[in-house]
Protein backbone atom coordinates (compact mmCIF):
# COMPACT_ATOMS: atom_id res chain seq x y z
CA UNK A 1 0.00 0.00 0.00
CA UNK A 2 2.94 2.15 0.89
CA UNK A 3 6.35 1.78 0.05
CA UNK A 4 8.83 2.25 2.96
CA UNK A 5 10.73 4.77 1.10
CA UNK A 6 7.94 7.22 0.69
CA UNK A 7 6.98 7.81 4.36
CA UNK A 8 8.26 10.94 6.32
CA UNK A 9 11.48 10.62 7.34
CA UNK A 10 12.88 14.49 8.40
CA UNK A 11 14.98 15.27 11.37
CA UNK A 12 12.42 18.05 12.96
CA UNK A 13 10.06 14.87 13.07
CA UNK A 14 13.04 12.96 15.20
CA UNK A 15 13.74 15.60 16.83
CA UNK A 16 9.98 15.75 18.42
CA UNK A 17 9.75 12.41 19.03
CA UNK A 18 12.91 13.13 21.52
CA UNK A 19 11.38 15.97 23.05
CA UNK A 20 7.89 13.92 23.35
CA UNK A 21 9.96 10.82 24.81
CA UNK A 22 12.44 12.24 27.20
CA UNK A 23 10.09 15.06 28.75
CA UNK A 24 8.24 12.43 30.92
CA UNK A 25 12.03 11.14 32.20
CA UNK A 26 13.08 14.64 32.81
CA UNK A 27 10.20 15.87 34.62
CA UNK A 28 10.16 12.79 37.00
CA UNK A 29 14.00 12.87 37.27
CA UNK A 30 13.67 15.90 38.49
CA UNK A 31 10.95 15.46 40.97
CA UNK A 32 13.05 12.30 42.67
CA UNK A 33 15.11 15.16 43.81
CA UNK A 34 12.38 18.12 44.89
CA UNK A 35 9.94 15.74 46.10
CA UNK A 36 11.94 12.54 48.11
CA UNK A 37 9.23 11.72 50.06
CA UNK A 38 6.69 10.70 47.26
CA UNK A 39 8.87 8.53 45.81
CA UNK A 40 9.56 6.84 49.59
CA UNK A 41 6.45 6.64 49.74
CA UNK A 42 5.54 4.32 46.60
CA UNK A 43 8.48 2.02 47.56
CA UNK A 44 7.36 -1.65 48.87
CA UNK A 45 8.83 -2.00 52.74
CA UNK A 46 11.83 -3.40 52.98
CA UNK A 47 13.56 -1.99 50.18
CA UNK A 48 17.22 -1.09 51.61
CA UNK A 49 18.40 2.40 50.99
CA UNK A 50 15.19 3.74 49.76
CA UNK A 51 16.66 7.45 49.38
CA UNK A 52 19.85 6.38 48.02
CA UNK A 53 17.97 4.88 45.17
CA UNK A 54 15.47 7.52 44.82
CA UNK A 55 18.16 9.74 44.06
CA UNK A 56 20.33 7.26 41.65
CA UNK A 57 17.14 6.38 39.65
CA UNK A 58 16.82 10.42 39.37
CA UNK A 59 20.34 10.51 38.16
CA UNK A 60 20.00 7.49 35.43
CA UNK A 61 16.66 9.33 34.52
CA UNK A 62 18.41 12.37 33.46
CA UNK A 63 21.54 11.12 32.16
CA UNK A 64 19.42 8.44 29.61
CA UNK A 65 16.61 11.27 28.64
CA UNK A 66 19.59 14.09 28.45
CA UNK A 67 21.97 11.93 26.16
CA UNK A 68 18.91 10.70 23.60
CA UNK A 69 17.79 14.42 23.39
CA UNK A 70 20.80 15.61 22.46
CA UNK A 71 21.23 12.63 20.78
CA UNK A 72 25.29 11.76 22.37
CA UNK A 73 24.95 8.09 22.94
CA UNK A 74 21.16 7.86 22.56
CA UNK A 75 21.45 4.40 22.36
CA UNK A 76 23.69 3.99 25.61
CA UNK A 77 20.73 6.54 26.93
CA UNK A 78 18.14 4.09 25.53
CA UNK A 79 19.50 1.64 27.95
CA UNK A 80 20.29 3.72 30.95
CA UNK A 81 16.38 4.07 30.88
CA UNK A 82 15.77 0.80 30.00
CA UNK A 83 18.22 -0.11 33.19
CA UNK A 84 15.40 2.51 35.40
CA UNK A 85 12.36 1.15 34.37
CA UNK A 86 12.94 -2.44 34.86
CA UNK A 87 12.93 -2.48 38.68
CA UNK A 88 10.55 0.72 39.04
CA UNK A 89 7.81 -1.40 36.51
CA UNK A 90 8.22 -4.13 38.22
CA UNK A 91 9.09 -3.62 42.08
CA UNK A 92 7.19 0.22 42.68
CA UNK A 93 4.42 -0.53 39.99
CA UNK A 94 4.08 -4.47 40.09
CA UNK A 95 3.94 -4.55 43.79
CA UNK A 96 1.23 -1.87 44.18
CA UNK A 97 -0.78 -3.64 41.41
CA UNK A 98 -1.13 -6.64 43.41
CA UNK A 99 -1.15 -5.08 46.76
CA UNK A 100 -2.13 -1.20 47.70
CA UNK A 101 -5.13 -0.84 49.77
CA UNK A 102 -8.34 -0.27 47.59
CA UNK A 103 -9.39 -1.39 43.55
CA UNK A 104 -8.54 2.23 42.63
CA UNK A 105 -5.47 2.42 43.86
CA UNK A 106 -4.32 -0.91 42.12
CA UNK A 107 -6.15 0.34 39.09
CA UNK A 108 -3.90 3.66 39.45
CA UNK A 109 -0.90 1.35 39.49
CA UNK A 110 -1.43 -0.90 36.62
CA UNK A 111 -2.00 1.60 34.00
CA UNK A 112 1.95 2.83 35.42
CA UNK A 113 2.48 -0.74 35.48
CA UNK A 114 1.53 -0.88 31.39
CA UNK A 115 2.74 2.49 30.53
CA UNK A 116 6.34 1.32 31.95
CA UNK A 117 5.71 -1.90 30.00
CA UNK A 118 5.25 0.44 26.64
CA UNK A 119 8.28 2.89 27.44
CA UNK A 120 10.52 0.19 28.05
CA UNK A 121 9.68 -1.60 24.50
CA UNK A 122 10.12 1.91 23.10
CA UNK A 123 13.55 2.58 24.95
CA UNK A 124 14.20 -0.74 23.52
CA UNK A 125 13.90 0.43 20.00
CA UNK A 126 16.33 3.52 20.51
CA UNK A 127 18.35 0.97 21.64
CA UNK A 128 18.59 -0.70 18.29
CA UNK A 129 17.18 1.88 16.14
CA UNK A 130 18.88 5.71 16.56
CA UNK A 131 21.71 6.17 14.96
CA UNK A 132 24.21 9.63 15.94
CA UNK A 133 23.75 12.02 12.93
CA UNK A 134 27.05 13.75 11.88
CA UNK A 135 27.03 15.85 9.21
CA UNK A 136 29.14 14.67 5.99
CA UNK A 137 32.68 15.25 5.29
CA UNK A 138 32.94 18.62 3.35
CA UNK A 139 36.59 17.26 1.94
CA UNK A 140 35.26 14.18 0.40
Known amino acids: MFEENRLPNHPTLTL ?9 FFLSGVTHFTN ?4 LSLMPEGIPFPVFWT ?3 GVVELAGAAMILFNWRPRLGGWLLILFLIPVTIVVHG ?16 AHFLKGIALMGAALLITQLSV ?6 QGA
Open 36 to 39: IPYY
Open 55 to 57: LVS
Open 16 to 24: AARVLFTSL
Open 95 to 110: HGMLYDEGEAMRANQQ
Open 132 to 137: THRPAS
